[in-house]
């Protein structure tokens, strides 16, 4: 039994190292995915846009915006004061817009009788970015109220990490990363592979030989095994050398990979059973990923979705995977980890079972 699936690991070798096409895939998807996603979310903090319409042009509106400016979170791009808005508004897209208004200065002279003056934020409520530079210029409004009323500072606000070790979001979002390489590139080729062998007959030729299908699934499950832990390899390295992250496989995160590679591998093999053309396949495929990675917490905290969607990715093999690998590579949180690997491995053992009873050679 095992001298049949090495030969057949030394078949997937050799067709591995022939088509240059997937050796490179193997390698640049991963480091694509943590280049494009660790730029993104690996810095501390942004700035904004912010356009101003200074109606006042006054020596309290510029002191006023100044310390808008100091907060270092927003980038002041100033409108003429004669322009039309709602037209400059349109003709550029704008997201957020801050009109300080002709009586802004009269509100900081003394026994101007009613010194009150009102800042108008015109916001486009599909960008949650402007809700950003609204609570922004807020904060600032509210510490000016605060001085002109000669109050203080009672109850103030901390912030401190999460976890001791300094982690950053991308540290976060690697183990999700990890867990999304897995299922595309098991699932994908699991689907390539059966489909091709299909069509040109092999699995025919298959039967006329001592390998069983859980030989051949075997095979085939150690084979994306070595191929996701060199995508993991490049994801690890990359993550560390360009991003500083802080992070390492544990052995929980280890079981936790083979037994997903297992799972995919054989969800990809019962997806190629019942579709016959390849391209079909490759559509269904792509028909079983795309919602599970969106679904399952990879991108976005499942506290995001609403109650009956958070159920849905509650019965997403996926997400039991990346809570997995974050548990034990981010939180070291091994007992959680182990629930999670545990129910990563219920899965596995119902679509291996699934992928070896629907597989049947001598029909196709």
Not at 35 to 49: C, E, N, P, R, V
Not at 56 to 82: C, M, P, W
Not at 173 to 196: E, K, Y
């Amino acid at each position: 039994m095992a001298n049949r699936i090495i030969v057949a690991l030394k078949g997937e070798a050799k067709g591995f190292y022939r088509n240059k096409s997937t050796m490179f895939w193997t390698v640049a998807f991963p480091l694509l995915l943590i280049l494009l996603f660790g730029a993104i979310f690996s810095a501390s903090g942004g700035t904004y846009d912010l356009y101003v319409q200074d109606l006042s042009d006054s020596q309290a509106s510029h002191q006023f915006l100044e310390a808008v400016n100091l907060t270092g979170s927003v980038n002041l791009k100033y409108i003429d004061r004669q322009a039309n808005l709602d037209q400059y508004i349109k003709d550029n897209s704008l997201s957020a817009v801050l009109v300080v208004p002709t009586n802004f200065q009269m509100a900081f002279v003394p026994g101007a009788g009613n010194n009150t003056t009102q800042l108008t934020m015109r916001m486009d409520p599909s960008q949650s970015s402007s809700n950003v530079v609204f609570s922004i210029v807020s904060a600032v409004a509210n510490q000016a109220n605060l001085a002109l009323a000669q109050g203080s500072n009672v109850i103030t606000m901390g912030r401190a990490d999460i976890t001791s070790s300094g982690f950053k979001y991308i540290d976060f979002f690697i183990p999700g990363v990890i867990a999304l390489t897995t299922m595309t590139t098991t699932i994908f080729w699991m689907v390539s592979v059966m489909t091709r062998y299909r069509n040109n007959g092999i699995f025919k030729k298959l039967t006329t030989t001592p390998i069983t299908r859980m030989e051949w699934l075997t095979s085939q499950i150690l084979w994306q095994l070595f191929v996701v832990f060199l995508s993991i390899a490049v994801i690890m390295v990359v993550g560390m050398l360009a991003f500083n992250t802080h992070m390492s496989l544990t052995p929980v995160a280890i079981i936790t990979i083979v037994l997903s590679s297992a799972l995919f591998s054989s969800m990809g093999m019962i997806i190629a059973r019942f579709i016959k053309e390849e391209e079909a396949a490759s559509a269904a495929a792509n028909a079983i990923t795309f919602p599970m990675m969106f679904l399952a917490g990879i991108f976005f905290p499942l506290s995001m979705f609403p109650s009956w969607l958070a159920a849905v990715a509650n019965v997403l093999p996926l997400t039991y995977v990346g809570n997995a690998l974050r548990d034990s590579m981010v939180y070291d949180n091994i007992a959680s980890a182990t629930n999670n690997m545990l129910v990563v491995a219920g899965f596995t053992v119902v679509l291996f079972i699934a992928g070896i009873v629907f597989s049947k050679w001598k029909t196709e």
